[in-house]
């Protein structure tokens, strides 16, 4: 496997929900080819990151998929954000995990679905 380029920024911020005089926030950011990247292992330490002690992933990962034009958020094992520029890349998602939505989430994401189909 060829070398991969990284890209590190830090952002520095006051939160106002924190005692402390300054949030610092860092950003890696890599580009990899898909059959470079295990996909079910990433997924998996992602959802058990906070059952895992020997986790080593800590913060937010997303993953952003430049073809489609879609961006993958894992929270943790109870759920994930799947966003994308157009509702044609999202419904087969859709229709085959529309039982995953969460019952706040289900009425406005079941409008963005089917005004598109009328």
């Not at 580009?31 to 959802?47: R, T, Y």
Request: aromatic content about 10%; some cysteine.
């Amino acid at each position: 496997m060829k070398d991969i380029e990284k890209r590190e920024l830090e952002y520095r911020y006051k939160d106002p929900d924190e005692d402390d005089e300054e949030t610092i926030t860092v950003q890696y950011c890599t580009k990899i080819e898909l059959e470079n990247l295990k996909v079910k292992d990433l997924f998996s330490a992602i959802a058990y990151r906070e059952i895992a002690p020997e986790s080593r992933i800590v913060g937010d990962i997303y993953l952003i998929n430049e073809t489609k034009k879609c961006i993958f958020h894992i929270h943790d094992s109870r759920g994930m954000d799947v966003v994308a520029t157009d509702t044609d890349t999202l419904r087969p998602v859709y229709e085959k995990f529309n039982d995953w939505i969460l019952d706040f989430d289900r009425n406005k994401i079941n409008q963005i679905f089917h005004d598109q189909t009328q």
